[in-house]
């Protein structure tokens, strides 16, 4: 499933929770935050309403201290609210429980030892969205031949690389001659699964880092990490432009010689991101020792979650703790911006898409108060979408003090380059060993985790925060447009804020691979 996402605005949201989100502070309740007005209902607190004989099963965070006797008395009231647990994260505090009592959220908020609770979605369980801005292209055998040609024609290692203009506009072509990146770094990606045996990622795929997370218990066995079929090629098509091997096959990755690893949280019957399944690949993704996360997504089913409704609270509060927890033990997260050209630094958005898993409510919230999860978290690098010709992508969500850093995202409209295919999109891998052109901030996000990848390899100790601050430091900055009328209506279609070293279209500036392993 397709997400046009628009949200963030971490600089203030650390103003309004500074305790939970604090890197140093331990989690805990989160303080309460008022969406904008009118409020809707959340659709979740409605089911809560419903008689018990008709009501639903649904999932459920429940977040505690860390203690063992804590955890113990908790899981003896989920028990008692008719809750059944299904996965236990002692270490960050956070239980998942299904429950088909519809005042289940309600009791156990009441419960000792709870510090906050709530359901995950809003439609009943059967038997977390992404961020490409449009459908996918499949490379044609025609494209592929010329394309072929061309690349020989100019010396490059891998047949599709003349159609990859993105590799040279932030340098990664000369960077792969110099230090290609290191196999002890992992990125891995938490999206809809990875094809492992696309022959440009399986030299460089890690199966030992990589799980199926649907449900909010990881799944190791082998290939739970793959897509359920070629439409969820979202994954795969974000792990070959980070990682696709210098093969003499296809493309090649920003970083070619990092491993990459799959974690699946995307739902087998809707394709949404559920909290507990991020919940999960955090968790995860730091106890085996990855060094990067790429999350081209946000969490289902509220695009927004705003703080006074106790579900979506619940939500940001869980996944925070997940993803801090991963930050603490050497995990860097990137992830996209969102595709709906809204300034991110507004004081009003209109949110008509949530809740995306039953009928959307139309709500206008404040992106200061009401949080995209998880990229608005603490500490997560959030990426921009640029063309070929360095301007911010015209669908690119933007915003000053939002957004870190800017990479290749890809713009078919009005950024065309100069390569045989003459594409402005991003071509990467599809699984059945196949190649297509995408487009999105989800395409950003990945080239922005190469690079990191890059300097992860070049300094090994560096922190997430270290690493952040070197991802910044070697990136370009093209500064503020004069104009930004991409459609010469004679009307500004984005204003961008800020100064030459820091600003809302670009951040700190477009990556640059070729300056990382300088």
């Known amino acids: 499933m397709v997400h046009l996402r628009s949200t963030r605005s971490r600089r ?17 309740f989160l303080p309460a935050a008022a969406s904008a007005a009118p409020r809707a209902e959340s659709a979740a607190s409605a089911t809560q309403a419903a008689p018990a004989a008709d009501a639903p099963k649904l999932a459920y965070v429940v977040n505690t201290r860390t203690d063992h006797r804590t955890i113990a008395s908790v899981k003896r009231a989920i028990a008692e609210a008719d809750g059944t647990v299904v996965a236990t994260y002692q270490k960050i505090g956070v239980i998942v429980v299904h429950s088909a009592n519809p005042d289940f959220g309600k009791e156990i908020r009441a419960a000792r030892g709870v510090q906050s609770a709530g359901a995950t979605r809003t439609a009943p369980l059967t038997a977390a969205g992404t961020t490409d801005a449009s459908a996918a292209e499949m490379l044609s055998a025609g494209q592929a031949a010329r394309t072929a040609k061309a690349s020989e024609a100019a010396g490059a ?3 599709l690389e003349a159609d990859q203009w993105d590799l040279r506009a932030i340098g990664a072509d000369k960077a792969a001659k110099i230090n290609p990146g290191s196999s002890k770094v992992t990125v891995a990606v938490i999206d809809t699964g990875v094809d492992d045996t696309h022959p440009d990622l399986a030299p460089n795929f890690s199966a030992s880092q990589s799980a199926n997370c649907v449900g909010g218990k990881a799944d190791t066995s ?5 897509p359920y079929t070629a439409e969820d090629y979202h994954g795969t098509h974000v792990a070959g432009e980070i990682a696709a091997a210098r093969n003499g096959v296809g493309v090649a990755g920003v970083a070619p010689g990092v491993k990459v690893s799959s974690i699946k949280v995307s739902d087998p019957d809707n394709g949404l991101f559920y909290p507990e399944n991020v919940v999960c690949a955090f968790v995860f993704a730091a106890d085996h020792g990855v060094e990067i996360t790429n999350n081209s997504y946000y969490v289902d089913p509220w695009l927004y979650n705003c703080m006074d409704d106790p579900d979506q609270r619940a939500i940001v509060d869980a996944v925070n703790r997940a993803q801090l927890y991963a930050q603490k033990k050497g995990t860097l997260h990137l992830a996209s911006a969102g595709n709906s050209n809204h300034d991110l630094d507004s004081d009003a958005i209109v949110d ?26 603490p500490g997560i690098v959030t990426v921009s979408a ?8 015209y669908y690119s969500s933007y915003g000053k003090g939002v957004v870190d850093v800017a990479a290749p995202g890809g713009d078919r409209r009005y950024q065309i380059p100069d390569t045989p295919s003459k594409d402005g999109r991003i071509l990467s891998t599809m699984p059945n060993n196949g190649y297509a052109w995408l487009q999105g901030t989800s395409m950003a996000s990945p080239h922005a985790a190469g690079v990191a990848a890059l300097l992860k390899s070049k300094y090994r100790h ?3 925060a270290m690493l952040q601050a070197l991802l910044k430091a070697q990136a370009d900055n093209p500064g503020c447009p004069a104009s930004y009328d991409q459609d010469g209506d004679g009307a500004q279609d984005a204003t961008c804020e800020g100064g030459e ?5 670009y951040g700190f500036g477009i990556v640059n691979a070729l300056r990382a392993v300088k």
């Open 157 to 159: 290692s891998e047949p």
């Open 462 to 464: 560096a922190s997430p």
């Open 501 to 505: 070293r820091v600003n809302g279209f």
């Open 386 to 393: 640029t063309g070929v010709d360095e301007d911010k992508s």
């Open 222 to 226: 082998e290939g739970a990490w793959r």
């Open 12 to 28: 203030r949201l650390a103003l309004a929770v500074p305790v939970v989100l604090s890197l140093t502070a331990s989690v805990g």
């Open 352 to 377: 008509d898409t949530s809740p995306d898993d039953s009928t959307p409510v139309t709500r206008t919230i404040d992106p200061h108060e009401c949080f995209d999860v998880p990229t608005q978290l």
